[in-house]
């Protein structure tokens, strides 16, 4: 079993950053490879990033290639997200995700364990 915790969301203009951040607990986090997803209202759940285990395979949806940078410190048992040149589009519900396995998972059905989220407000 894993336990998720997000923290790090809030309010920022257009063309701010923000940096999430992902505290697991529980089991063998480096044995996961771990996804941010978000989720607007009236929206389906979209996954934004991913990481491998190793930490040197990522993924990143087109909408935010350049701007998101997922990393983890498996040594702390954290994951995170830096959000950069934040666009009103990119406002959501972030939630962190752990899946087992051995490559990039690129399906919320993928998933195994979820954090509860952070909410990201961001303004024109």
């Known amino acids: 079993q894993v336990q998720l915790v997000e923290s790090g969301g809030g309010l920022v203009q257009a063309g701010g950053s923000l940096r999430l951040s992902c505290a697991a607990s529980?089991?063998?986090?480096?044995?996961?490879?771990m996804g941010w997803f978000r989720q607007a209202p009236g929206k389906e759940r979209e996954l934004v990033a991913a990481?491998?285990?190793?930490?040197?395979?990522?993924y990143y949806v087109d909408q935010v290639k350049g701007r998101f940078t997922i990393s983890r410190d498996n040594a702390k048992n954290m994951v995170y997200l830096q959000m950069n040149s934040l666009k009103p589009e990119d406002t959501a519900v972030y939630y962190c995700?752990?899946?087992?396995?051995?490559?990039?998972?690129?399906?919320?059905?993928?998933?195994?364990?979820w954090g509860q989220g952070t909410q990201v407000t961001v303004s024109s």
């Open positions: 990481i491998r285990w190793s930490g040197r395979s990522t």
């Open positions: 995700a752990a899946a087992t396995g051995w490559g990039i998972k690129l399906g919320g059905n993928e998933y195994d364990y």
């Open positions: 529980g089991s063998t986090f480096s044995s996961y490879c």
